[in-house]
T-cell receptor, first 111, second 115 residues
Framework: GQSLEQPSEVTAVEGAIVQINCTYQTSGFYGLSWYQQHDGGAPTFLSYNALDGLEETGRFSSFLSRSDSYGYLLLQELQMKDSASYFCAVIEGDSNYQLIWGAGTKLIIKP | SAVISQKPSRDICQRGTSLTIQCQVDSQVTMMFWYRQQPGQSLTLIATANQGSEATYESGFVIDKFPISRPNLTFSTLTVSNMSPEDSSIYLC????????????FGSGTRLTVV
């Protein structure tokens, strides 16, 4: 079956670095995406990895290892506004490029 | 990336009635999807809205309950029919273009309460 696993909650302090892991088991893997969702808001796209390696976008980086079916989102220099839920999602190329979503990780940032 | 206007943003409806949610995208997109999300939970895909043809529904969702239209590449509607309190949720539309780093954009959501 299809499944994604990520921690339900992570706590960190302002200014620190946090890594949110995601392992997946899907068919027709095309790529791994990360989305951020603040309470009461809609998901917003953060990153997409189709190939192995690290992609960096400002304070956020995302990593993918296709052989290990594993990826992570790295958030640096944490700010209070980064408090949100973070979802990993797999894109399946043989299912009309729809997203298969993880359960989400709630990131709590303490001052 | 595309910008999606979704409306209504919220509604309170009587059971047994229907509500139509609209999503307008500011540019042509290849793919549009409709999701349901309970607060604090992940997104559940209802269906893929196909331009000019019937939507593709996920397991547990049927066309009679959730009819979807997509007359062109920028617009789609989802109707929640014969509503019951169990349909209370947040409904989200999403859009993207194949090959464009697959960064899907979401509408702001419709918070539906059925009483």
């Amino acid at each position: 079956g299809q499944s994604l696993e990520q921690p339900s909650e992570v706590t960190a302090v302002e200014g620190a670095i946090v890594q949110i892991n995601c392992t997946y088991q899907t068919s027709g893997f095309y790529g791994l995406s990360w989305y951020q969702q603040h309470d009461g808001g809609a998901p917003t796209f953060l990153s997409y990895n189709a190939l192995d390696g690290l992609e960096e976008t400002g304070r956020f980086s995302s990593f993918l290892s296709r052989s290990d079916s594993y990826g992570y989102l790295l958030l640096q220099e944490l700010q209070m506004k980064d408090s949100a839920s973070y979802f990993c999602a797999v894109i399946e190329g043989d299912s009309n490029y729809q997203l298969i979503w993880g359960a989400g990780t709630k990131l709590i940032i303490k001052p | 990336s595309a910008v999606i206007s979704q409306k209504p943003s919220r509604d309170i409806c009587q059971r047994g009635t229907s509500l139509t949610i609209q999503c307008q995208v500011d540019s042509q997109v290849t793919m549009m999807f409709w999701y349901r999300q309970q607060p604090g939970q992940s997104l559940t895909l209802i269906a893929t809205a196909n331009q000019g043809s019937e939507a593709t529904y996920e397991s547990g969702f049927v066309i009679d309950k959730f009819p979807i239209s997509r007359p062109n590449l920028t617009f789609s509607t989802l109707t929640v029919s014969n509503m019951s309190p169990e349909d209370s949720s947040i409904y989200l539309c999403s859009a993207g273009t194949r090959g464009n780093n697959y960064g899907y954009t979401f509408g702001s959501g419709t918070r539906l309460t059925v009483v």
